[in-house]
């Protein structure tokens, strides 16, 4: 599998949000800021899955972007958008609101809205996506192990530690993992938890992103690998 880091940070760092493109063909997450780039740098043309984690800013909050430029551009017949519950309610309310209401039938018409739920498991395309409810306050945030030849990588999206974090990582032969704190809390992992789980399960390779500015310090002490934006990684 090939993996394209578009950007491996949070939002208050300088460089982008944590966003990944996926054998050139499937986008995992489009953060705030972050369409320049997927336009600029990536054949946004070949796009035929859009996964979205969960609904803060800084994981689909530039959607409506890459849905206006592969609507005008892309030859491909149905974009499947693979999301929390609510997202066609959501995208709605977001095209009203910054007046690009015209997106609403190119919606309909070239995407299909699939909605997840914990332990869903989706197949596609020689794709089998499984899903995971993570821990994230209290929000419908998702976890994904997705396979496809052979290759089995998980994304743990925003998580603090939980059951499924754990389930992803046995599962996986590497992860993309949120690290994002120094501190333990119900939001995101902490560096020192990812630095346990990655002494746990030696047969998981781990990159930690979703770093914040004081995690994006903190790493340098550690033995944890830090993909920058970017960076390519073929698993
Ligand atoms: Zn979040």
Not at 88 to 114: A, G, H, T, W
Not at 143 to 152: C, L, Q
Request: net charge neutral; glycine share 4%.
């Amino acid at each position: 599998m090939k993996i394209d880091v578009v950007g491996s940070l949070c939002t208050w760092n300088l460089d982008l949000s944590t966003s990944f493109i996926i054998n050139d063909e499937m986008i995992f997450d489009t953060p705030q800021g972050s369409f320049k780039t997927l336009m600029n740098k990536y054949d946004l043309t070949k796009i035929k899955y859009i996964i979205i984690s969960h609904f803060h800013s800084d994981h689909f909050m530039d959607i409506h972007l890459v849905i206006d430029y592969i609507t005008h551009h892309s030859q491909i017949e149905k974009i499947k958008i693979i999301a929390p519950k609510g997202c066609r309610e959501r995208l709605v309310s977001l095209f009203r609101i910054i007046e690009i209401s015209y997106l609403e039938e190119k919606l309909k018409d070239k995407f299909e809205i699939i909605e997840i739920e914990n332990n869903k498991i989706l197949k596609f395309d020689g794709y089998k996506i499984k899903c995971f409810k993570m821990l994230h306050l209290n929000l419908d945030s998702y976890g994904f192990i997705i396979e496809k030849d052979n290759s089995v990588v998980g994304f743990s999206g925003d998580t603090a530690m939980c059951n499924n974090v754990r389930k992803i990582i046995s599962k996986s032969q590497a992860i993309f993992i949120d690290s994002a704190n120094l501190e333990v809390n119900n939001k995101h992992l902490s560096i020192g938890e990812v630095e346990a789980l990655a002494k746990e399960f030696k047969n998981c390779k781990f990159y930690a992103v979703h770093l914040s500015p004081y995690s994006v310090e903190a790493i340098k002490n550690t033995s944890l690998y830090h993909p920058i934006q970017g960076e390519v990684v073929i698993i």
